[in-house]
Nanobody, 124 residues
């Protein structure tokens, strides 16, 4: 049906940059909101950044001015550019897509989906 595939995680030194990508595949008609969450060991999963279908964005305060979320609606892909990374940004980052309308058989369906997660590690 619908799958989200993430890429771009890895190990980087403090002050460095990484760019995460998440591509949604399937017979997708539209996607409402897309976003990135993260979960550090022993902590709850938190919303990092989100973007609506018309490009409105919001960020958690701790990443404002350092991270930028963007999307390519034609490719059903969302990106997270992460600059000035800090050790406290270390976490598994998950892509999320809400309000995904897709075609299956002879019907349209709508659902929410998660990616498998990608590890981001920032060394001090």
């Amino acid at each position: 049906q619908v799958q989200l595939v993430e890429s771009g995680g890895g190990l980087v030194q403090a002050g460095g940059s990484l760019r995460l990508s998440c591509a949604a595949s399937g017979r997708i008609s539209s996607i409402n909101n897309m976003g990135w969450y993260r979960q550090a060991p022993g902590k709850r999963r938190e919303l990092v950044a989100a973007i609506t279908s018309d490009g409105s964005t919001n960020y958690v305060d701790s990443v404002k001015g350092r991270f930028t979320i963007s999307r390519d609606n034609a490719k059903n892909t969302v990106y997270l550019q992460m600059n000035s990374l800090k050790p406290e940004d270390t976490a598994v980052y998950y892509c999320n897509a809400r309000g995904v309308t897709y075609y299956s058989g002879s019907k349209y369906y709508t659902g929410d989906y998660w990616g498998q997660g990608t590890q981001v590690t920032v060394s001090s």
